[in-house]
């Protein structure tokens, strides 16, 4: 399933937030949206959702969604948002509970995206007892637990420090390199944006529009630390940039 965003405009009162965004989410490939603070990239990944709904335009989706998808659109969010009572178990079986699904069938299913996120040996462990970057692999061994078509992620990174951070980035590379998944994927991070993007949309300073579109054609599992190729279109991406994430920066803010 394809989603497509088509023509769309928002404003929230008087701040005109985004503007004319027509963007096509093709299946199996990852979309990263970068772009200054403030200029609706977390509003934009609300309307892909559904969460809320555009001034103007429409979100498409576009085809049927996976076999025994449970949620078309799942979200996974920086802060991990586990239910810290229940196990990592519990957190992913949470979501199937939500589809009726239980017994053999449910115990398959978490047995088969705990292995795919390294995580069998810590399906009885608390959220407490687990690591910012093992957290957030919970959060995505429960988005996969319901075959989502698109996956949907705000800044999934940016609470954990840089050296988790590439790790959960070549579990991200390793997770979609063996089963492909679609994300719509809102990152400050212009190097996680290099990573792990097949396309990484550049937007402008709000009212949010797009400034360029960058295909990466190089393959994820080819995409290394220090890559100096992505070095350069991670430097293209910072000269498109830089002026208007100033800008954004020395904004006065409304209190
Ligand atoms: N519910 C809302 N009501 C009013 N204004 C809002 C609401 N949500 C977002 N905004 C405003 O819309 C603009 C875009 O916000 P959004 O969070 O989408 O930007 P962003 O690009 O994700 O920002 P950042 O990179 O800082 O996370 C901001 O000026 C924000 O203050």
Redesign the pocket.
Known sequence: MDIRLDAISHS??E?E?LRDITLDIPSGKIVCLV????????????FAGGL?RPTAGRILQLGTPPQNCLNPLTYIFQDFALLPWRSVRGNISLVLEDHGIRGARADAIIADVLARTKLSDFAKALPKQLSGGMKQRVAIARALAVNPAVMLM??PLSALDSQTRELLMDDLVTLWTRTPFTAVY?T?NLNEAVRLGHRVVV?SR?P?SIREIVEIDKPLSERGYADSELETIQKHLWDLMREEARAADEELIDA
């Open positions: 929230y009162g701040t937030v772009g200054p603070s403030g200029c609706g990239k977390s509003t934009l990944l609300r809320e705000d800044e809102v400050h937007l709000r949010g």
